[in-house]
Antibody, heavy 121, light 110 residues
């Protein structure tokens, strides 16, 4: 059974940094792209970033490029999201999600339960 | 403002069939078959119910179907049940941008 579990959320001061992790199991990790999607309290979903199975290709939402960095460790079956210069606008539940197949573009068939990042001023 | 336009709320009666809309542009929905729909209950992670406009993943009820016309994608729900009351989100690939979501539609079953 596919399983994704995010960690690393919590309270962070405005202007600070946070590193999120997404631990995966139950599938051939290196064969699948993993994405981060976030949801601010009471708001809709927002795509944040994605990384190919090999890790050679990375993608970012334009508004976040430069502050967020996605990476993966295919030996530890884990994806990371490093976030810098955080503001209250970054307060959200951050989900990691597995793409259904390599060319599915936005079809995420497995999600973690999410981790809450709260940026306080 | 979200890149894709969804109505904030829709309601329907038990047993009724309804359609949720998701309107984009020729740079996303209009030109690509990469539209997915997600169902989300409060406090829970989203669940994929439609991918690539029409495809229903294994285990998803046949009461859900997807379609597209021009720049607008639609999620059709047949025979509304109480358990269909949830938030529904659409997502599409957009050229030179990546992935864009709508703000979501809250479905109320009366």
């Amino acid at each position: 059974e596919v399983h994704l579990l995010e960690s690393g959320g919590g309270f962070v001061q405005s202007g600070g940094s946070q590193r999120l992790s997404c631990a995966a199991s139950g599938f051939m990790f290196r064969n699948y792209a993993i994405n981060w999607i976030r949801q601010a309290p009471g708001k809709g979903l927002e795509w944040v970033s994605g990384i190919s199975g090999t890790g050679t290709e990375t993608f970012y939402a334009d508004s976040l490029r430069g502050r967020f960095t996605i990476s993966r460790d295919n030996f530890e079956d884990t994806v990371f999201l490093q976030m810098h210069s955080l503001t209250s606008d970054d307060t959200a539940v951050y989900y990691c999600a597995k793409e259904r197949e390599s060319s599915s573009r936005g079809a995420f068939d497995s999600w973690g339960p999410g981790t809450l990042v709260t940026v306080s001023s | 403002q979200s890149a894709l336009i969804q109505p904030a709320s829709v309601s329907g009666s038990l047993g009724q069939s309804i359609t949720l809309s998701c309107t984009g542009t020729s740079r996303d929905i209009g030109d690509y078959e990469y539209v997915s729909w997600y169902q989300q209950y409060p406090g829970r992670a989203p669940k994929l119910i439609i991918s690539e406009v029409y495809n229903r993943p294994p285990g998803v009820s046949t009461r859900f179907s997807g379609s597209k016309s021009g720049n607008t994608a639609s999620l059709n729900i047949f025979g509304l049940r109480i358990e269909d009351e949830a938030d529904y989100h659409c997502i599409s690939y957009r050229v030179n941008v990546g992935l864009v979501f709508g703000a979501g539609t809250k479905l109320t079953v009366l």
